[in-house]
Structures are given as C-alpha cells and as structure tokens.
C-alpha cells in the first residue's frame, strides 16, 4: 500500500516545530511494517534535491508548472514540489500563507494521484481531502489535527478564485467558518477518517474549552475521528549515542547524565549548586511562557535556575533575554531553533517545564524522560497521556502559574532520582503508533467506506 504525506514540514529537511518531528517519523516506522510511504513537502529555500521534472497542476483556474525534486531520508522518497512562492527565509508567518499552502495542496494533489491514501496533515494540506472529495471521492484520505488553534481562514471569494472548486463549498455543511473558508474544516469535514496526535486531545476537541470553536463540527463527525499518540524517533533521541551530548548514558549507567548536567551548567554560566528547570519551546502564550516569566522571582528564591532555549512572540522573547541579562548566574536565555543544544538541555536540566494552556500531543516530554529528564507538565491532552504522575514527572491541573509554581515545589521533595529512571524506561517508540496507523489505512483501502459510514470502533493506545 502506498501512502502519501502530506505536509508543510518534515525533519530534517523544514522544521518549525512538532510537525516536523511527526512528519519526518512516522514514515520511516511504516516502512518496517511493509507499508510504502512517501512524504511531499514544498521545496523550501536552502532543501538540496535532485531535480527529477516538473508538475502540472491547475490553480486560479489556470494551469501551472512547478518543479519536481527528490530527496531521501533514511529510506524514505521525499517529494519536493518547487515555485517561487517557498523562496522565502522562512516556512511561513507571511500574510499570503492561506495562498501558498494552497498552491502546495494542489501540486501534491497531482503529484499523489497515484498513492492509495493520501494522508495530510493540519491546515496547510486541509485542501487534500477537499479536491479529493471534489473529483468524486473514490481516493482515500486521512486528515491529522495537529494543532486546531490554527484554521488556515481566509476570505471566500479569493479562496473559489484560488481552488477553482463550486461555490456549494463554501456552505456552513462544508468550508464556511464565520463567514471566511477555513483549510481546517475542510480537512475535517472531507476527509475519510480524521486523527489527532493524542486519545485525550481527541476527547478533549469536542468541548468548548479546547474546540476552538469547532466542536460542534468535531461532534458530527465524531464517528471518523480517532485519537493516535504520537510517538518519537527513538534511534535519533537515544543518549546512549546521541553526538550533541559531552558524555553518553543509559538507565544502566548514568554517569554520563551528571556529566552532562555538569557541562550544561557551565556552558550556562550557572554554579553547580541548586535544580535546573529547562525550556525548550516555542515562546508563545499557548505554551504558558508568560507563566514561567510570572514565577521567575519565587523560583529563583527556591534556589532554582532556568535554561531557556526557543524563539516566537516578540514580546516573550524580549523579555526572557532581559531576564537573562537581570538574573546572570541564575537565567540563561537563547533565542531561535538550536537542534545540538536542545539535546543538551534535555540531558542536563533536571527538569523540562511544560506549562501549556492546552498540548495536542507534545513531544518534548517523551524526550525528556528518555534523556532522564523528569517534565513538569499540566495534565492536558498528550501530557496526561505520556506522564505519570509522580512516577515519571509531576502532572499540575489548573491554568494559573501558582499551580505551576506550586508543581515546581512538589517535584523537589519527591524522588527525583527515581523519576528519571523511570521516564527513561518508557517506551516512547513509533512502534505502537504505526500499528494504529497501518490499521486505520487498511481499513480504509479494503471499504468501500464514505464519508457518512462510521468506522470500527477504535483502539487506543494506554
């Protein structure tokens, strides 16, 4: 069976967060089950392909030409669809994105045709399943929620202009979101089965307080919805041989984690005395940044220091470095995606502070428990999922940073030594994942099953 991803990222080729990680992995762990997968991914500014022809694809209703490259990784064809519009310095965060990502979804569109499921993923490839249903449905299509706060909304009139689909689109049954087109809805609305990265974000989507307004959709569609935890790369976040760290370690002998506690603390600037609390994250307010900041003067107090590496909201990075430069010894900051430090960070710190207001899935938790490093996470979607609470990490409920602070305190008194093993026995691998996954397309390719039919009841993974 060959199935196509559909995607804006894919480590290691365009990372921006998390997608990428899912992205450039799970792939690989279908391979191992006999399953041929393929990712398709714009041809970003500085990706080094081997140009191998052009697509023809329709957009605006009119016909163009893009360039066709192919890259692999680790076993994996990657399928870069070039134009001038991906020449960017970055992925994205410009204003015409809804365009760009739409033009991507077309030229994947044709250059999958061939594939048997064509899987996309959030928003950007939210228009797979639309032009799929459009040409009359009989390819199938999985649709992957990673992040619901991000629709891909844009202005009717231009987004008919832009698909070249019927105007029947666009009623509330189908694209229409408060008067704009949402990419987002689309993906869910026409795609054969719909997938989330955690059972609980599953759960939790169908609620106001998580649904971003999309819940009641969510609800309809509820028989073709599945919750599928993400996984990890286990052979790429291994301590035992990962080349970024001063020294290697395993459950078996962690001398080498207080080494490279040791040696992050002197790259910090920090003295060996007290915890280090870790971030690796990006800097915006989903991710409770702001409730790190809040609590930085008791935390200080309590003898702990703070590593922070990430990049995002203006505002929050302005305001981690200004404490980086008021709190020298204590705070260190650096701003921006830096791939070799946050492997540091994950085996040095001695804790991963994960704050959010609401986390689909997440992955830095599952590595930093395989690095030994216990998180302190709220115990929302994936979180609730990976954590176990005083056993691996401490989980926190409750949105205010004295519920942070006060999970902080907790996990010093608890058995910290004993948290740190337990999270590196976890198994975090893709292997679980990829079953629900193979299973999900097999259903699909042996069914004659329409987008109204409620699929097998599905299986979770504990």
């Not at 163009?64 to 070039?82: F, K, N, Q, T």
């Not at 309809?220 to 286990?234: C, E, S, V």
Request: aromatic share 10%.
């Amino acid at each position: 069976m060959r199935v196509a991803f559909i995607a804006a990222e894919a480590f290691p080729l365009a990372k921006v967060g998390g997608l990428a990680d899912v992205v450039g992995s799970l792939p690989l762990a279908l391979t191992k089950l006999g399953l041929e997968a393929e990712i398709y991914l714009p041809w970003y500014q500085g990706i080094e392909a081997k140009h191998i022809g052009d697509i023809e694809y329709l957009f605006a209703g009119q016909p163009e030409a893009g360039a066709l490259g192919e890259a692999w990784h680790r076993g994996v064809r990657v399928v870069l669809l070039g134009h001038p519009d991906f020449q960017r310095e970055r992925l994205y965060g410009y204003p015409d994105d809804v365009a760009r990502f739409m033009r991507f979804s077309c030229m994947a569109y044709q250059a999958a045709s061939g594939a048997g499921i064509l899987h996309a993923h959030d928003w950007h490839a939210g228009l797979v399943p639309v032009l799929a249903h459009a040409a009359g449905g009989r390819q199938k299509t999985v649709f992957t929620i990673h992040n619901l706060a991000y629709q891909g909304r844009w202005n009717p009139g231009e987004f008919l202009a832009w698909s070249g689909l019927p105007a029947h689109y666009l009623q509330l049954e189908g694209l229409e979101y408060r008067g704009d087109a949402s990419l987002m809805k689309g993906g869910i609305v026409y795609a054969h089965r719909v997938t989330t990265v955690s059972p609980s974000y599953a759960r939790e989507i169908l609620t106001p307080e998580f649904g971003e307004g999309l819940e009641g959709l969510l609800q309809k569609h509820q028989h073709k919805l599945r919750g599928i935890l993400n996984g990890i790369d286990t052979s790429y976040w291994d301590p035992s041989t990962d080349p970024h760290l001063p020294s290697r370690y395993s459950a078996n002998d962690l001398s080498g984690k207080t080494a490279c506690r040791a040696a992050l603390r002197t790259e910090t600037g920090f003295n060996q005395e007290g915890v280090v609390l870790g971030v690796v994250s990006r800097l915006v307010e989903q991710k409770g940044m702001d409730q790190v900041l809040e609590i930085l003067p008791p935390l200080l107090r309590l003898g702990c220091k703070l590593v922070v590496l990430g990049s995002g909201e203006p505002a929050l990075e302005d305001s981690f470095r200004l404490a980086g430069e008021k709190y020298q010894g204590q705070v260190f900051f650096r701003s921006g995606h830096n791939e070799a430090l946050a492997h540091r960070i994950y085996a040095g710190a001695d804790a991963l502070l994960i704050p959010p207001a609401f986390e689909p899935c997440g992955l830095t938790q599952m590595i930093a428990m395989r690095y030994g490093t216990p998180p302190i996470a709220r115990a929302v979607g994936g979180l609730k999922d990976t954590i176990r609470d005083g056993v691996t990490g401490v989980l926190y409920s409750g949105g205010q940073s004295a519920n942070l602070l006060a999970a902080i305190e907790r996990f010093l008194r608890l058995d910290q030594q004993a948290m740190r093993l337990a999270g590196m026995r976890e198994n975090f691998s893709w292997e679980y994942p990829a079953l629900e996954y193979a299973a999900v397309y097999g259903e699909l390719s042996t069914s004659r099953v329409g987008l109204t039919e409620e699929p097998n009841s599905p299986g979770q993974r504990e």
